[in-house]
């Protein structure tokens, strides 16, 4: 079965404490990206990579690391997580250079940070 | 730069009820458009996407339809289900050289009473 898979799908932890969540694709997709979704703003990019060791910024990159060392792997980083990164956050993926092509989902890391 | 602007909620409805929910898009180019729907505790899934203008994209009775001289794409459904109630993302599919990212509208809450 296609799919994303994130893990944790919750996470409470205390600032400061590094943290790492995971992202896996069987899809062979390109393209991955990270975004965090909290209410009022949508979903916005942290980081996309658009294949193996080729990673960008997105919209709010400040505070998150990624790595791209395998293609179907994509792994958030928090170094010294902070409240204010306490949010809802989904891992996608699609194949890139195709422009109607689908993007697909994680089911989702809630993450707090006290 | 692409951006896209959707419909502010909360929408509540009762069952058989007309759906609209408003989408319109700023890109420079001719972009993919997409709605996506994330059901409670769930990731974001693709509902239906129109890849050219005059498009129409249509899954489970929602329809949306790509007007280029209004740039919009607005989502409706001719009688809605107590199932339907989830959040509902517009996304615009860029065509520039990150080839595979989306940009996302805040979202609508819809919510659909028996």
Avoid at chain 2, 63 to 73: C, G, I, L, M, Q
Wanted: glycine share 10%; hydrophobic share 30%; proline share 4%.
């Amino acid at each position: 079965e296609a799919q994303v898979t994130q893990n944790p799908r919750y996470l409470i932890t205390v600032t400061g404490k590094k943290l790492t969540v995971t992202c896996s694709q069987n899809m062979n997709h390109e393209y991955m990206s990270w975004y965090r979704q909290d209410p009022g703003l949508g979903l916005r990019q942290i980081y996309y990579s658009m294949n193996v060791e080729v990673t960008d910024k997105g919209d709010v990159p400040e505070g998150y690391k990624v790595s791209r060392k395998e293609k179907r792997n994509f792994p958030l980083i928090l170094e010294s997580p902070s409240p204010n990164q306490t949010s809802l956050y989904f891992c996608a993926s699609s194949f890139r250079g195709r422009m109607n092509t689908e993007a697909f989902f994680g089911q989702g890391t809630r993450l707090t940070v006290v | 730069g692409d951006s896209v602007t959707q419909m502010e909620g909360p929408v509540t409805l009762s069952e058989e009820a007309f759906l609209t929910i408003n989408c319109t898009y700023t890109a420079t180019g001719y972009p993919s458009l997409f709605w996506y729907v994330q059901y409670p505790g769930e990731g974001l899934q693709l509902l239906l996407k129109a890849t050219k203008a005059d498009d129409k994209g249509s899954n489970k009775g929602f329809e949306a339809t790509y007007r280029k001289e209004t740039t919009s794409f607005h989502l409706e459904k001719g009688s809605v289900q107590v199932s339907d109630s989830a959040v509902y993302f517009c996304a615009l599919g860029d065509r520039g050289s990150t080839l595979g990212r989306l940009y996302f509208g805040r979202g609508t809450q819809l919510t659909v009473w028996p």
